[in-house]
């Protein structure tokens, strides 16, 4: 069983940056691990994902060029570096381990791990 700890989330104002950290208790190396956010009344979405064998990533369309996910196989830990950041940013964001990348709304069944969330608020 593999146990994933977010860190980093917080409360910023809008155009401000955060970064995201999750660290897993296991090797990650042939998983795919991504961040997925829940705002309340939302259904859970995956913002970025990375295939840690060849570091292949995938975003959802909204955080393009604003949201970066990188991977240390070393350390075990996956980040979301965040810029840029908006109202609409603001949910509690969960890292998962996954068979495979997926990005948009998704079911939590999809994950095989799920940590337990940081909460980021963007707000004025």
């Known amino acids: 069983q593999v146990q994933l700890v977010e860190s980093g989330g917080d409360w910023v104002q809008p155009g401000e940056s955060l970064r995201l950290s999750c660290a897993a208790s296991?090797?990650?190396?042939?998983?795919?691990v991504g961040w997925f956010r829940q705002a309340p009344g939302k259904e859970r979405e995956g913002v970025s994902c990375?295939?840690?064998?060849?570091?292949?990533?995938y975003y959802e369309y909204s955080v393009m060029g604003r949201f970066t996910i990188s991977g240390d196989e070393a350390k075990n830990t996956v980040d979301l570096q965040m810029n840029d950041l908006k109202p609409e940013d603001s949910a509690v964001y969960y890292c998962?381990?996954?068979?495979?990348?997926?990005?948009?709304?998704?079911?939590?069944?999809?994950?095989?791990?799920w940590g337990q969330g940081t909460q980021v608020t963007v707000s004025s």
């Open positions: 998962a381990t996954l068979k495979w990348c997926t990005v948009g709304p998704v079911s939590t069944s999809i994950a095989d791990y």
């Open positions: 296991g090797s990650i190396l042939g998983h795919a």
């Open positions: 990375i295939r840690m064998s060849d570091h292949g990533t």
